[in-house]
C-alpha cells in the first residue's frame, strides 16, 4: 500500500500499520538581511513570485535550491489563509515567514487523508508589511504546486505616520497620524470615554474644558506593537491637537497642527500657550498663575491667560 493509501485508510479506520512520517524542521534565520539575489539566497531558496492576495500561483520545484519562497503582502492582526496544493503527487511541507524569515507558523499535511499543506494564521507585526510563503516537497522530488493566499476580513490599512516631525516614540504610538481629525465619529477605532483608562479620561477632560461650545473631543483605540494604544484628540478652528497613550494609560507624546486642512505635519514640542495642556493654576511656582503639564512630568510656565 502507498503511503498516500495507508493515511486516506487510517482516515476511516482506526488501525496501525503505516509508519508516520518523520517531521520536517527547519530553520531560515540565516537568510535575514541577505540579498535576495545574492549566491548565499539563492543556494538555499529562490523567490519566485508575488501574490497580493485571493489569487494562485503555479510554481515548478526541484530539490535545487532546496526551497521555493512566495512574497506576500499583509498588516499586523490581518487572518490569512494558505494553501500549498501538488497538481502532480507531490507532498508539501509549508511554513510561513516574516519579513526576516522567522516562522510564524508550519504545516506538513493539511489532515490524514492528503498531502497538501493549509495554513491558517494571524499576522504578527512587520516594519515593511512583507511575509513570505516559503515551501519544499518533502521527499525533495520533482514535482509542481500551487500555491493560494486569501488575506480575511481585509481592512483598509491606515496610512504611516509622517517623517517630518515625528520623533522615534511617536512613530511608535502613531501609525495612523494623517487619518487624525477626519471624521472619527465613523471609524471602528473610536471608543466611549467611560471605558478609558483613568489617565486616558483624565486627558479626555482637559481636552473637554478647552474645547469650544460645539466642539468634539475623540478618543480613538488601535493596535500599536501587538499592544492597545489611545489617542485623545480634537480639532478646532482649523487646529488639531493630539495626545498618545501606550496600553498602560501612561501618557507618551503630545502633537499640534496649526493648520491642518493644508498640513497634516505635527509638532511635538513643548507650545506653552497650547490650550489642551495650558491654564491657570499649574504655574509651577504655585502661583496659581497659568503654566503647563508637560510628557516629562514637568509644569513649565504659560502665558496663555491672566488668569486673574
Known amino acids: 500500500m502507498t503511503m498516500r493509501g495507508c493515511l486516506l485508510l487510517l482516515g476511516m479506520v482506526a488501525m496501525g500499520g503505516c509508519a508516520a512520517k ?11 538581511g541577505l ?14 513570485g508575488t501574490l497580493p492576495g485571493n489569487q494562485t500561483l503555479s510554481v515548478p520545484y526541484t530539490s535545487r535550491p532546496r526551497f521555493r519562497g512566495v512574497t506576500v503582502p499583509g498588516v499586523e492582526g490581518r487572518e490569512v489563509d494558505i494553501w500549498v496544493q501538488s497538481t502532480d503527487g507531490g507532498d508539501a511541507v509549508t511554513w510561513l515567514t516574516d519579513d526576516k524569515f522567522r516562522i510564524i507558523a508550519k504545516n506538513d499535511d493539511a489532515n490524514q487523508t492528503t ?3 493549509h495554513i491558517h494564521a494571524t499576522l504578527p507585526a512587520s516594519t515593511t508589511n512583507t511575509y513570505y510563503i516559503v515551501f519544499r516537497d518533502y521527499s525533495l522530488a520533482k514535482h509542481t504546486f500551487t500555491v493560494s493566499y486569501r488575506q ?3 481592512q483598509t ?13 511617536v512613530q511608535t504610538f502613531v501609525p495612523l497620524l494623517r487619518a487624525a481629525g ?9 471608543v ?4 478609558l483608562p483613568g489617565p486616558v479620561r483624565s486627558g479626555y477632560a482637559e481636552f473637554v474644558g478647552a474645547a469650544s461650545a460645539g466642539v468634539e473631543v475623540v478618543a480613538w483605540r488601535f493596535r ?3 499592544a492597545n494604544a489611545f489617542a485623545v484628540m480634537m480639532q478646532q478652528d482649523g487646529s488639531f491637537w493630539v495626545s498618545l497613550f501606550d496600553a498602560a494609560g501612561r501618557w507618551v507624546a503630545h502633537g499640534r497642527a496649526g493648520d491642518f486642512a493644508h498640513d497634516q505635519t505635527l509638532a511635538w514640542d513643548l507650545d506653552i500657550d497650547d490650550p489642551t495642556i495650558c491654564r491657570c493654576g499649574l504655574a509651577p511656582d504655585g502661583s496659581g498663575y497659568a503654566g503647563c503639564e508637560w510628557v516629562d512630568g514637568n509644569r513649565y510656565t504659560s502665558d496663555i491667560s491672566d488668569c486673574d
Open 22 to 32: 518523520a517531521p520536517v524542521d527547519e530553520d531560515f534565520s540565516d537568510l535575514a
Open 35 to 48: 540579498d535576495v539575489k545574492s549566491d548565499v539566497f539563492s543556494y538555499r531558496m529562490k523567490l519566485v
Open 115 to 117: 498531502y497538501d499543506s
Open 152 to 154: 480575511l476580513h481585509p
Open 157 to 169: 490599512p491606515g496610512p504611516t505616520a509622517p517623517s517630518s516631525g515625528s520623533s522615534p516614540i
Open 182 to 190: 477626519v471624521a472619527f465619529a465613523s471609524d471602528s477605532h473610536v
Open 192 to 195: 466611549a470615554e467611560a471605558t
Open 224 to 226: 500599536s506593537g501587538g
